[in-house]
Nanobody, 121 residues
Framework: VQLQASGGGLVQVGGSLRLSCEVSGGTLSIYALGWFRQAPGKDREFAAAISRGGASYYADFVKDRFTISRDNAKNTVYLQMNSLKSDDTAVYYC????????????????WGQGTQVTVSS
């Protein structure tokens, strides 16, 4: 299984970005998927996850601003990010696991390469 993240870039405070993560080598519908981020000098942290059944989970710092979704037919998971803040600046990674708890714990076996999001004030 391979994951390819894209969609990062430079955006101003208050702006929006949509990240995509295309999965190859596996059937997306049987996996839980999620997004993590790592800011400079900080540990990687959980941002959002979506279960096989479509239930979504968010870290407190992204609630009501970010939305995770999946398109099993396109083998792609998305992260719509609105009302971006400078603190959202980080490398964002997508991850895949067989079950949501494994994903949320940060112990997913499959990870994408990361995409840089920079929010400028």
């Amino acid at each position: 299984v391979q994951l390819q993240a894209s969609g990062g870039g430079l955006v101003q405070v208050g702006g929006s970005l949509r990240l995509s993560c295309e999965v190859s080598g596996g059937t997306l519908s049987i996996y839980a998927l999620g997004w993590f981020r790592q800011a400079p000098g900080k540990d990687r942290e959980f941002a959002a996850a979506i279960s096989r059944g479509g239930a979504s989970y968010y870290a407190d710092f992204v609630k009501d601003r970010f939305t995770i979704s999946r398109d099993n037919a396109k083998n792609t998971v998305y992260l719509q990010m609105n009302s971006l803040k400078s603190d959202d600046t980080a490398v964002y990674y997508c991850a895949l696991a067989s079950v949501t708890p494994t994903l949320r714990a940060g112990t997913a076996p499959y990870w994408g390469q990361g995409t840089q999001v920079t929010v400028s004030s």
